[in-house]
Nanobody
């Protein structure tokens, strides 16, 4: 059974930094893409950043230039370096992964449990 586990969250003051880590277990395959989403109270879950297996990255406009997503050296790990944090970044951050499972393009998708990030002003 595939599991994604996030770590590195917590409470930080505005303009501070945090680095989130997502580690996957339970699979011998390499994910085709991994991503970070976040959900603030009363708001829908939104994409923060994603990274494809080839290294191409994509960022949401609110975090562009402040956050960096990268693959770890271990298989199926991903980091999110968050700099210049603002109170608006406060949310539960979720790790997400996807793998294409057949030639028709069907995908297996996985979510972590989420980790709280709180930015105080």
């Amino acid at each position: 059974q595939v599991q994604l586990v996030e770590s590195g969250g917590g409470l930080v003051q505005a303009v501070g930094s945090l680095r989130l880590l997502c580690e996957a277990s339970g699979t011998r395959f390499t994910f085709d893409a991994m991503a970070w989403y976040r959900q603030a109270p009363g708001k829908p879950r939104e994409l923060v950043a994603d990274i494809a297996s080839g290294g191409r990255t994509n960022y949401a406009d609110p975090v562009w230039g402040r956050f960096t997503i990268s693959r770890g050296s271990a298989k199926n790990t991903v980091y999110l370096q968050m700099n210049s944090l603002i109170p608006g970044d406060t949310a539960v951050y979720y790790c997400y992964s996807v793998r294409v499972v057949n030639v028709e393009g069907a995908k297996a998708r996985y979510w972590g449990q989420g980790i709280q990030v709180t930015v105080s002003s």
